[in-house]
């Protein structure tokens, strides 16, 4: 048995970076990793999709270019390069922070599937097939999360794609129904279309993104809707047969009436479910609920003192952002001595939807949900300049404001750069900045954020 300080389970956006730290603040330190160092948002989210969202940003903009003034007569999607680049940029990614951790003092770095036998006690079933055993006394658990997929009459007998998989694709799928109508779904579907697949989206809601406001699906939608994407709102799919030539028959109900869809690909793209199984987590004491999430405090200690949970595995918001601020918190807390927590903090977030949907903080519908005095704010993006200008006025601004204190609640952007845009607008609910203030400043002209002045312009007490 080797004891360390301090151990480490999953080298995600929490855990890579805290086993460094810990491990420069002179504790004797383990990461332990059972699959690709850096986590989901290295080799199969942030990191991959991106870049192949950029490629078909690409496709789309050859395809709208004349109407630029600068027509393509002929262009072709090369799926090949376009995974090649995209796995080029992932394992630069990886193998860097690989090589950081494997060259930091006091932190030994090991590869392998982590599970407790004991109190604080871990046996490593490595991946080079030898066995170690490992104890601390400080222990924490970043293992992530994995598509989740539904049980289906004929799913499991089908050759489904997943969130994961389908980054693997080195040709364009025929016609990819997708199961699913959120952030995975959708963008996934968007860059599928732009590379030349058919796309069907089947979403169980009455609406796309059904957590954001009714006015945001219903652009998001319309949007998608303008490429040619095929949306089925209130439908399921209750059963998949594929026949001898692959080609695969999808039995959906629609309102409770059946329908049957042909296609070549699945992508099931309905959630993900925490990584916690293997860990027997019983045997040290650590609690989860009836999902497999770990409870933790707002410190994000679980059950048993001195064991924490980071990252998507805790439930809660599953975004690289949340985990990489988990490993501050519990670092800070520990090493610094500091007294953070996580309530109350703000939890950003973008779909890299074209163009992208950022929120922060409050939308209509929670506020009217909490009985708050609010006013809205919104500005469609064609009355933007800069998105005039670059001819892509889909979309809007909007922001949840109160009259009386003039802060920010919230905002909601649907627009080129939408992430963006929002972030200028968190900085602000960030350092009090209210919106009358926003009104007249002097921001560069013609940047997307500048129309800020005009969208609190439209509340009534600007009004003329």
């Not at 924490?140 to 049980?151: D, I, R, Y």
């Not at 799913?155 to 364009?172: A, F, H, K, R």
């Not at 927590?341 to 209509?364: A, H, K, S, W």
């Not at 926003?438 to 997307?448: K, N, S």
Request: proline share 4%; with cysteine; aromatic share 8%.
């Amino acid at each position: 048995m080797k004891k360390y300080d301090a151990i480490i389970i999953g080298a995600g956006q929490a855990g890579a970076p805290l086993a460094k730290k810990l491990a420069n603040a002179g504790k004797k330190t383990a990461i332990i990793e059972k699959r690709f160092y850096g986590g989901t948002c290295v080799n199969d989210g942030c990191t991959p999709t991106k870049t192949m969202v950029a490629s078909a940003k690409a496709a789309y903009m050859a395809g709208k270019s004349a109407e630029l003034g600068v027509p393509v007569k002929k262009f072709s999607v090369n799926m090949p390069q376009i995974k090649k680049r995209k796995d080029e940029i992932v394992l630069r990614s990886r193998n860097g922070g690989l090589h950081a951790a494997e060259k930091t003092p006091n932190l030994d770095v090991l590869f392998g599937e982590a599970t407790f036998t004991g109190h604080k006690t871990i046996s490593i079933a490595l991946n080079n097939g030898k066995k170690e055993i490992l104890k601390a006394d400080l222990i924490f658990l970043n293992p992530g999360a994995k598509p989740f997929v539904p049980e289906i009459e004929g799913l499991n007998d089908i050759d489904y794609l997943t969130s994961t998989s389908i980054l693997d694709l080195d040709y364009v799928p025929e016609h990819l129904l997708i199961l699913g109508g959120n952030y995975i779904g959708l963008e996934f579907g968007q860059m599928f279309r732009r590379f030349g697949s058919k796309v069907t989206i089947l979403e169980k809601s009455a609406r796309i993104v059904s957590h954001e406001d009714e006015d945001v699906s219903a652009e998001m939608q319309k949007i998608l809707e303008a490429e040619s994407i095929i949306i089925y709102n209130q439908t399921q799919a209750i059963g998949f047969k594929q026949n001898k030539s692959d080609r695969i028959t999808v039995t959906i109900s629609i309102n409770g009436e059946e329908k049957k869809v042909k296609c070549t690909h699945v992508l099931v793209a309905v959630g993900r479910t925490p990584q916690t199984e293997a860990l027997n987590l019983i045997k040290t004491g650590v609690a989860t609920d009836e999902k497999g999430n770990i409870k933790v405090n707002d410190k994000l200690e679980t059950s048993t003192p001195g064991i924490y949970a980071l990252g998507d595995a805790k439930g809660g918001p599953a975004f690289t952002h949340i985990s990489y601020n988990d490993y501050t918190i519990v670092y800070r807390n520990l090493i610094e001595k500091q007294d953070l927590n996580i309530n109350d903090r703000p939890v950003p977030y973008c779909m890299f939807t074209d163009p992208q949907l950022g929120r922060i903080g409050l939308d209509e519908t929670e506020a009217k949900k909490q009985g708050l005095n609010y006013k809205v704010a919104k500005l469609p993006m064609a009355y933007v300049a800069r998105a005039i200008e670059t001819g892509d006025t889909r979309g809007f601004m909007k922001a949840i404001v109160d009259p009386k204190t003039k802060k920010i609640l919230g905002a909601t952007v649907l627009g080129p750069e939408g992430g963006e845009i929002m972030t200028v607008l968190q900085m602000a609910m960030e350092g009090g900045i209210t919106y009358d203030r926003i009104r007249y400043c002097v921001f560069a002209h013609p940047l997307y954020s500048e129309s800020l002045n005009n969208l609190f312009m439209t509340l009534e007490d600007y009004c003329l």
